[in-house]
């Protein structure tokens, strides 16, 4: 199974400033890559596929980048409504799909 | 409009049953994908399972930590996907969401497991 490793595991940050998660696979996964957006007590929410696609509807202030077994989502310009857990998947080699550990985004 | 809505969640004993449900709307579900994802108190996500469409006659596959316990199955006439659980242990704990091909994600149900 591939895993899937993100950091970190939590991130505080001021509004308006630029925020970067990454996510390494223990093997090339050839941007199969997913990133989801899940606010408290809520599901998740797909932000990110193929590594650097956007989903119907998200922001232009997110963006996915990265290659090989390393991956990365950056939030330009933060607000408050992007306070929540952000989580990697991996869908290139399946099953198992694989998670990351999540990261948990607050306000400073 | 995309709807998953889940069902059957609930507080239950170590070795005892349980059945979800996943009613869906929005899409054409006998062409779909589904799977149940699982997220532990802890907010790990985990992928549980997966079911085919009738023309990949349905074909299942299963986490590891579920194999053998856990049955996924799908009633195209109602767009429904279940996940019966069986054999349950207090690691399946969790709230179970059902998700088309991860891109729509349900709101979840909630199980305990517990004496």
């Known amino acids: 199974d591939i895993q899937m490793t993100q950091s970190p595991a939590s991130l505080s940050a001021s509004l308006g400033e630029t925020v970067t998660i990454e996510c390494r696979a223990s093997?090339?996964?050839?941007?199969?890559l997913a990133w989801y957006q899940q606010k408290p007590g809520k599901s998740p929410q797909l932000l990110i596929y193929?590594?650097?696609s956007l989903h119907t509807g998200v922001p232009s202030r997110f963006s996915g980048s990265g290659s090989g077994t390393q991956y990365s989502l950056k939030i330009n310009s933060l607000q408050s409504e992007d306070v929540a857990s952000y989580f990697c998947?991996?869908?290139?080699?399946?099953?198992?799909?694989?998670f990351g550990g999540g990261t948990k985004l607050e306000l400073k | 409009e995309v709807q998953l809505v889940e069902t059957g969640g609930g507080l239950v004993q170590p070795g005892k049953s349980l059945k979800l449900t996943c009613a869906t709307s929005?899409?054409?579900?006998?062409?779909?994908?589904m799977h149940w994802v699982r997220q532990s108190p802890e907010k790990q996500l985990e992928w549980v399972a997966q079911?085919?469409?009738?023309?990949?006659?349905?074909?299942?596959y299963y986490a590891e930590s579920v194999k053998g316990r856990f049955t996924i199955s799908r009633d195209d006439s109602k767009s429904s996907v279940y996940l019966q659980m069986n054999s349950l242990k207090e690691e399946d704990t969790a709230i179970y969401y059902c998700?088309?091909?991860?891109?729509?994600w349900g709101q979840g149900t909630l199980v305990t497991v517990s004496s």
């Open positions: 998700t088309l091909n991860f891109a729509y």
């Open positions: 929005g899409f054409t579900f006998s062409n779909a994908w």
């Open positions: 079911i085919k469409a009738k023309s990949n006659n349905y074909a299942t």
């Open positions: 093997e090339d996964i050839y941007n199969g």
């Open positions: 193929n590594a650097n």
């Open positions: 998947q991996q869908y290139y080699n399946y099953p198992p799909w694989t």
